[in-house]
């Protein structure tokens, strides 16, 4: 991980200039929406599970694997009780999406932050074809009796993305490997003894690599990280659990492998579901819609999106509210990493400084599109799905998917060809033309175009909603399958979250009453957390710090193979 060092002068000038900059974006948002509550935390804490988490103590198996403006109601007017962890200059943090309540046993600390547990990006998959040669190898742990079939894939020439040639130069790197370097010297992606570093253009970077059988994903500054490993199996499929770390706070989920077109991916399962009827509640209209306060309007975020983000002013049913939480989570979420990221990219040795002023500025209106009432009512159609389907799956019990053998070849949810909208969850690039790229950022929207994976596992995708100027609505490039995947999980973690927050708040602020809203343990329950998380991160950290280091020396001096 990078260090901030030099001048404690310095560090305080800069944080002076981040707080100027921050208190004119409170304080438009507390003059245009008179609420004052938080908005919801991205992922709120799993309801705790029946079976015991000692039964899976064990080591794991060898199978690898429509609104603002409204008054706020009494339960959204206090301050942020329920989200204790702030930063210091804002009020919303993601770091503030962990503390569990009585009735939730995991807590969701690093939750707001799968929205960058991404294994490979799409910008690891537009290198011009002497430095491409990407590998697989860095993608973790596949489905049993696989192996790292796509390890040796490389790219290859002639596929329908091959135009699509990012800007700036390949290197091959001493003692193998290659590296993307952007025209600006800034790396793009770096692929080095089986790890896989890649920046967006906003700063964020994602590390992935795997050691000792697990896969370690460093998510960036504000982001965390996580560590994969085989877990358990079942019916002939694979699970694998995951243990979020973030700022001294463990979360543990379960993933389910899947095998594709010769590379794994991996799918949020969920441990627990909620009662049928409570699903069903939140899918079928309300008697009448409801007017619901949020409280979000002195959040520096909200002041930051407003332009781009509005909630609906009435509620005709669940599935609308849950879209507005879902979309709210995800901004909040990238405000706050963006406040923390800020911190290492002002620092004068960063030469971030013309980088920094674009993303701490509100975007003007002219420059945000804002979101359609088109994309988020694909968004709620989707919510609609995801609860039929798991209320679909919660009526069946604990074997119905135990019994089910996976076939040898699987496409992830990502690829399903009714699920084509998705709200981004990282800092991607996407390469637009030749040698032309923009960015995407969390809450961004795009729709799947394709829905079969090129060569390099990337399918195209189109810009449908942005929060910036850079990438613009129309934009249409290749986008890698993992991304998708890992924007699909995150949807389906925050509608848990957000299933959890409508089951403390129906019955009041106006919401009609639920039905039972207790949960059941699902086939496959959490893990305990990996305390080894932290140690894995951090010393993964340390070695992409050192390989890029390398890489801006090679890359510098002219050495090894560039074009």
């Known amino acids: 991980m990078n260090r901030i060092s030099g001048n404690e002068r310095v560090v305080q000038s800069w944080g002076v200039f981040l707080l100027c900059l921050t208190i004119p974006a409170l304080a438009w948002g507390q003059q245009n929406k008179k609420s004052s509550a938080p908005a919801p935390a991205p992922h709120a804490s799993a309801p705790a599970h029946a079976s015991a988490p000692q039964q899976h103590s064990a080591a794991p198996p060898s199978h690898e694997a429509a609104a603002g403006g409204h008054a706020s109601s009494p339960s959204h007017s206090a301050a942020p009780s329920s989200h204790n962890n702030t930063t210091a200059s804002h009020g919303n943090s993601a770091a503030a999406h962990g503390n569990a309540t009585a009735a939730h046993g995991n807590t969701a600390v690093g939750r707001g932050n799968t929205t960058a547990t991404h294994g490979n990006t799409a910008a690891a998959h537009g290198n011009t074809a002497a430095g491409r040669g990407n590998t697989a190898a860095a993608r973790g742990n596949t489905p049993p009796g696989h192996g790292n079939a796509a390890a040796g894939r490389g790219n290859t020439a002639g596929h329908a993305n091959a135009a699509h040639t990012p800007p700036g130069k390949s290197v091959s790197l001493k003692g193998g490997g290659s590296a993307h370097v952007r025209p600006n010297g800034q790396i793009r992606s770096v692929n080095k003894n089986g790890m896989h570093i890649e920046h967006g253009l906003h700063g964020g970077r994602t590390v992935v690599s795997t050691h000792n059988g697990a896969r370690v994903v460093s998510n960036g500054r504000g982001r965390g990280g996580y560590v994969q490993r085989a877990y358990v199996t079942r019916g002939g499929r694979s699970y694998y659990s995951r243990t979020y770390y973030y700022h ?226 129309g934009k249409e490039g290749p986008l890698a399958v993992d991304d998708l995947q890992e924007m699909y999980n995150h949807f389906r973690e925050s509608l848990k979250d957000g299933m959890g927050e409508l089951a403390k708040k129906q019955g009041t602020g106006g919401l009609p009453k639920a039905p039972d809203t207790t949960t059941t343990a699902g086939d496959v329950p959490a893990p305990e957390p990996d305390k080894s998380a932290e140690k894995a991160l951090t010393e993964q950290q340390s070695a992409a710090d050192q390989t890029e280091a390398e890489v801006k020396q090679e890359a510098g001096s002219g050495g090894g193979g560039g074009q």
């Open 248 to 473: 001294g706070a463990y979360r543990s989920g379960v993933y389910q492998g899947y095998y594709y077109g010769g590379h794994p991916y991996y799918g949020y399962y969920p441990a627990y579901y909620y009662q049928p009827a409570y699903y069903g509640w939140a899918y079928n209209p309300w008697p009448a819609p409801v007017a619901y306060g949020w409280g979000w309007g002195g959040a520096p975020w909200y002041g930051y999106y407003g332009a781009y983000y509005q909630p609906y002013p009435v509620y005709p049913s669940a599935a609308f509210w849950l879209t507005d939480y879902l979309l709210a989570a995800s901004l909040q979420a990238a405000y706050a990493a963006q406040a923390e990221g800020n911190a290492w990219l002002l620092h004068p040795d960063a030469g971030n400084g013309t980088l920094v002023a674009s993303l701490l500025a509100v975007p003007a209106p002219e420059e945000t599109a804002k979101l359609s009432p088109e994309v988020k009512k694909d968004l709620a159609e989707e919510v609609k799905a995801l609860l039929a389907a798991e209320q679909a799956e919660a009526g069946k019990g604990k074997s119905s998917t135990g019994g089910q053998a996976a076939s040898k070849e699987e496409a992830p949810p990502a690829l399903d060809p009714k699920f084509k909208t998705f709200v981004v969850s990282a800092d991607l690039s996407l390469v637009v033309a030749e040698g032309e790229e923009c960015g995407l950022t969390d809450g961004d929207v795009v729709v799947r175009t394709t829905d079969t994976p090129d060569d390099d596992q990337n399918v195209n995708v189109k810009v449908v909603a942005s929060t910036k100027a850079d990438c613009a609505i």
